[in-house]
C-alpha cells in the first residue's frame, strides 16, 4: 500500500491530520504529536498566555499535571527560560512524546511518570509558584457533543472522567494546599459547562476569577492565595 493510500484510508477513518502528519501547531512552535495525546487546542494556547502574563519571566517553579504532548511546559520555558519546570503524566507513552518535543525545542523540563489521583505519590513533588493544568474533564454523557474524529482516535484517559468530571480540581486544590507558595496561583483549563461549579470548588480558599476565552466561553479560571491583611 502506497503512503499517498494510507494517508486516504486515515482521512476515511476520521484520523485527525495532525496524527496522519505527526504535527500540530501551539503558540507559534511545531510539536509532534501522535495518538498517545491529546492534540493542542486553541483554548490552551490562550491559557498559556495568561500565565506568561502572569509569569513575566521571574525565576518561578511551575508544575504542569497531565502535560500530554509537553506544550504547555515547552512553550511557557521557551518564553520564560528563567522558570524551573516540572511536568507529570500517568502515560508513560504522553511522556516520550513530551520528552521527544523537549529535546526538539531545547526546552530543559523535568518530567515524571505520576498518577496523580493516588494521594499517597504527591511526596515525590515539591512546592510551586505556579500550578497549572489542563485535566480530563468531559463525562461519558457529553461524548455526543464532540467530533467523531475525537471521539475515536484522541486517548479517552486524557479527556474523560470515570464518574466525577471534576475530580481533577477537587485533588488539583488538595494538592494545592501543601504544594503551593504563599504567593502562588493556580492556572486550570474548564468545561465551559461547569466552569461556575469548578470556580465554587476554590472560591473559599483563594481569589479566583473565570476567564473568557475568543468564542466568549468561560474556559480558564485563575485563583490566588487571598491576602491576609490583618
Same mark, same amino acid.
Given at each position: ?6 494517508? *486516504? ?9 495532525? @496524527? ?7 503558540? !507559534? /512552535? ?19 498566555? $495568561?500565565?506568561?502574563? @502572569? ?10 499535571? !497531565?502535560?500530554? =504532548? !509537553? ?9 520564560? &527560560? ?45 512546592? #510551586?509558584?505556579?500550578?497549572? =493544568?489542563?485535566?480530563? @474533564?468531559?463525562?461519558? %454523557?457529553?461524548? %455526543? $457533543?464532540? =467530533?467523531? %474524529?475525537?471521539? /475515536? ?17 477537587? $485533588?488539583? $486544590? ?5 504544594? /503551593? %507558595?504563599?504567593? !502562588?496561583?493556580?492556572? /486550570?483549563?474548564?468545561?465551559? #459547562? ?7 470548588? #476554590?472560591?473559599?480558599? @483563594? &481569589?479566583?476569577?473565570? *476567564? ?13 492565595q487571598k491576602i491576609n491583611e490583618?
Amino acid at each position: 500500500v502506497s503512503l499517498a493510500q494510507q494517508i *486516504i484510508t486515515q482521512f476515511k477513518e476520521d484520523v485527525p491530520v495532525q @496524527y496522519i502528519t505527526q504535527m500540530a501547531h501551539f503558540f !507559534g /512552535l511545531r510539536f509532534y504529536v501522535d495518538q498517545h495525546v491529546l492534540i493542542p487546542r486553541p483554548e490552551t494556547e490562550e491559557l498559556i498566555y $495568561k500565565v506568561t502574563q @502572569y509569569v513575566q519571566c521571574s525565576p518561578l517553579q511551575i508544575l504542569d499535571i !497531565g502535560t500530554g =504532548s !509537553g506544550c504547555i511546559p515547552i512553550t511557557l520555558k521557551t518564553k520564560c &527560560d528563567q522558570s524551573t519546570v516540572t511536568a507529570i503524566d500517568v502515560s508513560a507513552e504522553a511522556l516520550k512524546v513530551a520528552q521527544k518535543n523537549a529535546i526538539n525545542h531545547k526546552a530543559d523540563i523535568q518530567f515524571k511518570q505520576l498518577d496523580f489521583l493516588d494521594v499517597s505519590q504527591w511526596g515525590t513533588l515539591d512546592i #510551586y509558584d505556579v500550578i497549572i =493544568s489542563n485535566p480530563p @474533564y468531559i463525562s461519558e %454523557s457529553e461524548k %455526543s $457533543k464532540m =467530533s467523531i %474524529s475525537t471521539v /475515536l482516535h484522541e486517548p479517552p484517559i486524557a479527556l474523560f472522567t470515570d464518574d466525577d468530571p471534576l475530580i481533577f480540581y477537587k $485533588k488539583i $486544590k488538595d494538592f494545592a494546599h501543601d504544594h /503551593l %507558595s504563599n504567593i !502562588g496561583a493556580i492556572f /486550570l483549563e474548564l468545561n465551559e #459547562y461547569n466552569a461556575e461549579e469548578t470556580m465554587a470548588i #476554590y472560591s473559599d480558599t @483563594y &481569589d479566583c476569577q473565570l *476567564i473568557e476565552d475568543l468564542q466568549g466561553k468561560a474556559r480558564i479560571l485563575k485563583c490566588q492565595q487571598k491576602i491576609n491583611e490583618n
